[in-house]
């Protein structure tokens, strides 16, 4: 079912999801139950890495760095990581395993297949304030749910869970609750803020969660490889050959590495 939330007040723009069971699609997504009952079936391989993060928290990047660090390359993959979202439509993966898989979805909703054989996850978190800035941006250059408000009403609803996948400290907490309920499955979690700070330091914890021995030089190159700014150049070359993919965004640009934007938060002792 279609559902319209309206900013609050005197604060400009809407939002249009499409709710099933309390929960917040993309409007566009066809027969949410029948596409959620086939996302149950699918057959996960216990060396399958799943990257789960709340939307415009980093899955683009981070997909693009692991795929990096398992296939020990400097180069970055022509594939756009969208193409690996569990929700927005993956029904059978053509990589070999270990495959790059991501989700914004909640860990109850993963497929079973996922959770029963221990995949790993990386649960990736981005200050919310951040994250709120980034998906005004992006909902302004998408075509089909074009935001055309303001910047304080799309916080308005940003702040009150009426977006896509519903809230951030919802998302968040249950999260937290999975990590400290499942010592058993194998979670590693990425703060967005730490990555842009010291990002070898970041890769170095992750490429060792993943059980993988990458030498120091290549996780430089990758860091610098995989800036936002050269990750834009790329993907945006690469789009001209998903022409799908590029007539969703305005001016048919990927905007999906804008600047990483970044809070700074002064420590207190």
Same mark, same amino acid.
């Given at each position: ?18 709710? !099933?069971e309390?929960r ?8 949410i ?5 086939? $996302?149950?079936?699918f057959?996960?391989? %216990?060396?399958?890495? &799943? ?6 928290? %980093?899955?683009?990047? &981070? ?7 398992i296939?020990?390359?400097? @180069? ?8 690996? @979202?569990?929700?927005?439509g ?26 029963q054989r ?6 990736? &978190?981005?200050?919310p ?12 250059? &998408? ?10 009403g !799309?916080?308005n ?9 519903n ?9 937290? %609750? ?5 010592? @058993? ?19 170095k914890? $992750? ?9 120091? @030089? ?12 050269n ?16 007539g ?5 640009? !990927?905007?999906? !590495? ?12």
């Amino acid at each position: 079912m279609l559902k319209t939330f309206v900013a609050d007040g005197d604060l400009a723009g809407s939002v249009t999801v499409k709710q !099933y069971e309390g929960r917040y699609f993309p409007p566009d997504m066809p027969d949410i139950p029948s596409h959620l009952k086939r $996302l149950q079936s699918f057959d996960a391989d %216990g060396s399958d890495v &799943i990257i789960c993060a709340y939307p415009k928290s %980093g899955f683009h990047w &981070i997909w693009d760095v692991v795929t990096m660090l398992i296939n020990n390359t400097s @180069s970055i993959s022509k594939e756009l990581p969208g193409k690996y @979202s569990l929700e927005l439509g993956l029904r059978k993966v053509e990589q070999s395993p270990p495959r790059v898989l991501g989700s914004h979805l909640y860990y109850e909703e993963l497929p079973q297949s996922i959770r029963q054989r221990k995949c790993k996850i990386i649960n990736v &978190i981005r200050d919310p304030r951040a994250v709120a800035v980034s998906s005004y941006h992006f909902f302004t250059k &998408i075509k089909r749910s074009k935001w055309n408000g303001t910047w304080a009403g !799309y916080l308005n609803l940003f702040l009150n869970g009426k977006v896509l996948f519903n809230d951030w400290f919802t998302y968040t907490q249950l999260w937290e %609750g999975v990590r400290q309920n499942n010592p @058993s499955n194998p979670m590693h979690v990425l703060f967005y803020e730490d990555i842009v700070q010291n990002p070898c330091k970041e890769f170095k914890r $992750l490429a060792q969660f993943l059980q993988l021995d990458v030498k120091d @030089s290549l996780i430089m190159t990758i860091a610098e490889q995989t800036k936002f700014s050269n990750l834009q150049t790329f993907k945006e070359a690469a789009i001209r050959h998903h022409p799908l993919a590029g007539g969703m965004f305005t001016g048919n640009k !990927y905007p999906l !590495y804008r600047k990483g934007y970044l809070y700074k938060i002064n420590k207190r002792e």
